[in-house]
């Protein structure tokens, strides 16, 4: 029993009664508790901080005001609001009811997307960023011809709005007249300084169009346009030609450069050489249409081609005229390069000095008896073996060099049955006849005897009237006309080297 009692008693400490001791708990529950009350608390106290801030956020942002970072990033936009507030009313300030206005608009601190909902109270303000007129400028006034009522009526002739569109018309002058950075600000032109400058802007643009074309002219005129120096350019460029020197001769056709070769293709080109740059400027080739319009080698493909083009066939034409020259061994430039309308060849001359024409080339009579059976020669191979008439052969057209005749300049040159062929040829051979006879060669045959010779016709000489002559030469081409018109274009076959129509004969019949 007394043990009961003593054990259902608490025994009464001399110290006094305890308190009964509170629940245990761990440490870092005590610290958590701590942290969500202090979280709470702030929580509590934010209210009165983000009450301007919260209107800028959505719900969602508004909740999240916990963050420091959000906290900071709402108290500056705050704080940049009320900055650019201060710049609106400095700039008013400032521009009053002045008519150019300067704007503040790159000082602000907040964006203006974000700042939309305060730009509807704040009309003045002018984003002038991006469209300057955006706000107020009445893009097209309507049909009826103004905009607004009664009293607030604009018209198209409204001062402002005329002076906004003439700035923004000096948009559309031309990229190379300098307006100023007038567009990005308002400004407002009055219809009369503004064609003024209008004025101004064309008469400058016709101008500059007329020194530019006269400086195209000239640098065409003079030597060779600016395509043909960057085409001679990049021969030097790719080593083809060590450098290009002075201009031997400006003809009515071609320009023609001293150059020192260098390699194509690992090939040498030769130490000195020429670069016959055919004119682009296409007047003085109108006349010589004829050489190449009928000559059946190129006539598919001139009809085709552009006058710049055309211009390219007379210098492929020359090279294909030298390679035949080659092959019967007659002395004349050796063809290094054709890149479009320049064509590289062989120096005829040496240490930079041409081979003097023979018209300048001073000879003796026993040269001059000497260059004139070469070149009857030459005019004979050309004419038999090579199946061409050179077309322009004169004293100019041959050079002196090492005690031979060279031939050059054969751009021209045609085939005999060309429909002008024997014409051609019997001007050659009068200018041949007559250069010879001149200087005294006394062996040097008359001209229809030197045509015979040429072309193994047999051109009846006549009465030695040059009128008969030609007639029976006409004749001669119409035959051969017709011939050509019967058996059809296809038995000539184009550009062959060697193979061309069959020789003209006197008696050709059908
Ligand atoms: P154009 O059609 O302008 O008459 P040419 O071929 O006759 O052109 O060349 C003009 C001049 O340039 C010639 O009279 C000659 O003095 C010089 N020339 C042309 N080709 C050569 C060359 N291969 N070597 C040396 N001089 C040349
Ligand atoms: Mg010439």
Redesign the pocket.
């Known amino acids: 029993m007394d043990q009961t009692g003593i054990t259902t008693e608490t025994p009464k400490s001399p110290w006094g009664s305890v308190a009964p001791a509170a629940p245990s708990c761990s440490l870092a529950e005590v610290m958590s508790e701590q942290l969500a009350r202090q979280l709470d608390e702030e929580n509590n106290s934010f209210p009165a901080l983000s009450e301007t801030g919260s209107e800028l956020l959505t719900a969602d942002e508004a909740a999240d005001t916990t963050s420091d970072l959000m906290l900071a990033q709402m108290l500056q936009m705050q704080f940049d609001r009320e900055f650019d507030d201060q710049l609106r009313r400095e700039e008013k300030k400032f521009n009053g009811d002045s008519k150019v206005s300067i704007s503040f608009e790159n000082y602000r601190k907040v964006h203006p997307y974000e700042d939309s909902d305060s730009s509807e109270d704040e009309v003045d303000w002018q984003d002038t960023r991006d469209d300057p007129y955006r706000a107020e400028k009445p893009q097209t006034t309507p049909r009826k011809g103004f905009t607004g009522k009664g009293k607030n009526i604009t018209t198209k002739h409204d001062e402002v709005t005329c002076g906004r569109k003439n700035t923004a018309r000096m948009d559309n002058f031309a990229p190379e007249v300098h307006v100023g950075d007038g567009l990005g600000m308002d400004l407002k032109l009055s219809n009369q300084v503004f064609n003024s400058l209008k004025q101004h802007c064309y008469s400058e643009q016709r101008r500059s169009a007329r020194l530019h074309e006269k400086k195209e002219h000239s640098t065409a005129e003079q030597a060779v346009d600016p395509r043909t120096r960057l085409l001679m350019y990049k021969m030097v460029n790719a080593g083809v030609l060590e450098n290009i020197n002075g201009c031997?001769?400006t003809?009515?056709?071609?320009v023609?450069f001293h150059a020192n070769g260098g390699s194509l293709e690992e090939q040498p080109v030769p130490d000195e050489v020429?670069l016959?740059v055919f004119k682009t400027t296409l007047n003085e080739f109108k006349n010589r249409d004829r050489y190449i319009k009928d000559d059946y080698r190129f006539k598919d493909r001139f009809s085709k081609l552009n006058p710049r083009k055309i211009i390219r066939l007379w210098a492929e034409k020359e090279m294909h005229n030298l390679a035949r020259m080659k092959k019967a061994e007659i002395p004349c430039?050796e063809v290094v390069l054709l890149k479009k309308h320049i064509l590289v060849?062989?120096?005829?001359?040496k240490d930079h000095v041409?081979?003097p024409?023979l018209k300048d080339a001073m000879l003796g009579s026993e040269d001059m008896k000497d260059a004139y059976y070469q070149v009857l020669q030459m005019m004979q191979k050309l004419y038999q073996e090579c199946n061409l008439v050179h077309a322009d052969l004169s004293e100019?057209?041959i050079?002196w060099h090492e005690g031979k005749v060279w031939l050059?300049?054969v751009?021209q040159s045609v085939e005999p049955t060309h429909p002008h062929g024997l014409e051609f040829l019997f001007r050659d051979c009068r200018n041949v006849a007559t250069f010879f006879q001149k200087r005294g060669v006394s062996e040097a045959l008359s001209v229809y005897e030197l045509f015979n010779t040429v072309s193994g016709l047999n051109v009846p000489v006549g009465a030695e009237d040059e009128a008969e002559f030609m007639a029976e030469i006409v004749a001669l081409e119409k035959r051969n006309e017709d011939h050509v018109q019967r058996r059809g274009k296809k038995t000539f076959p184009v550009a062959t080297e060697d193979g061309g129509p069959p020789p003209l004969k006197p008696d050709t019949d059908d």
């Open positions: 031997i001769s003809g009515k056709e071609s023609v020429v016959k430039p060849l062989s120096f005829i001359g041409p081979a024409k100019y057209n050079l050059i300049d751009s």
